[in-house]
C-alpha cells in the first residue's frame, strides 16, 4: 500500500496557532485515500522536529514525505526546490535553542534538492485559483532543517520535500499580514499529495528568480 507522510508545525512562540498544522489536522479529516495518510504534528524544535521525522520515516517508510511549515510575509503557497546544510537561526527555537553556523547533518552534502515535481506541484496549485510559486530558499530555521532531515533520511524509494504556507486568514496576527483562508491552503496541500502520487517526472517549465 503507498503511504505518504505529511507533517506541520505546532504554533511557534506566542502564537495561538499554526496553519501548517491546522491544514494537516484538515487534510487527514477530509482524506479518502486510498492511499495511506500518516499526518504529524512536529515541534518547533531543532533537535525535537528532526528527531520525530526520522522517527516517523523509519516507522512507516512512507513513499512520499511532504512537511509543511509557516513562511509568515509570504502570500502565496511556496514550494520548496533547495533545502542547504546550515542551522543559522536568528530567534531562538521554542526550547530556546539558537544554533548559528552549523550543519543540519555533520558530513552530509551542503545541500539537497527536493525529489518531488516541485514546479508541477505549484503550477496544479496555481490552476486551482490559488496562488503558487516555486521558492528557492527555505530559510536556515526549523522548517529548512526539517526539509533537509526529510531527504537525508528518505530512503532511494521514498521522494520528500517542502511546502510552506501564508498565514491562515482565520489565525493572521495581524489585519495587515498577507493571508490565505484555511481551506485554501487545505486544498494546496491535498494538490501537492496527489500531484507528488501521480507525477513522476516534473513540468519542464521555467520556474526561476532573477534575483
Given amino acids: 500500500m503507498t503511504t505518504v507522510l505529511l507533517t506541520g508545525f505546532e504554533p511557534f512562540g506566542g502564537d495561538a496557532a499554526n496553519p501548517s498544522g491546522e491544514a494537516v489536522h484538515l487534510v487527514a479529516s477530509r482524506w479518502s485515500g486510498p492511499e495511506v495518510l500518516i499526518t504529524a504534528v512536529l515541534p518547533v524544535t531543532f533537535a525535537g522536529a528532526g528527531a520525530r521525522l526520522r522517527e ?34 536568528r530567534i531562538p527555537d521554542n526550547d530556546g535553542d539558537q544554533p548559528v553556523d552549523v550543519p543540519s547533518a555533520p558530513g552530509a552534502p ?73 481551506l485554501q491552503i487545505v486544498e494546496a496541500l491535498e494538490i501537492a499529495v496527489r500531484t507528488s502520487l501521480d507525477v513522476t517526472e516534473d513540468a519542464a517549465v521555467p520556474a526561476g528568480t532573477l534575483h
Fill in 110 to 182: 551542503a545541500a539537497h534538492f527536493a525529489t518531488l515535481p516541485v514546479k508541477e506541484i505549484a503550477r496544479r496549485i496555481t490552476a486551482g485559483g490559488i496562488p503558487a510559486e516555486v521558492s528557492y530558499s527555505a530559510g536556515t530555521f526549523v522548517c529548512n532543517h526539517v526539509f533537509f532531515t526529510a531527504l537525508e533520511a528518505a530512503a532511494s524509494r521514498t521522494r520528500a520535500g517542502f511546502v510552506h504556507v501564508p498565514w491562515s486568514s482565520e489565525h493572521a496576527p495581524s489585519s495587515d499580514a498577507a493571508t490565505l483562508p484555511i
Fill in 56 to 89: 516517523l520515516v523509519a516507522e512507516h517508510r512512507p513513499d512520499v514525505v511532504i512537511a509543511a511549515g509557516l513562511a509568515g510575509g509570504r502570500a502565496a503557497i511556496g514550494v520548496e526546490r533547495v533545502a542547504v546544510n546550515l542551522l543559522d537561526a
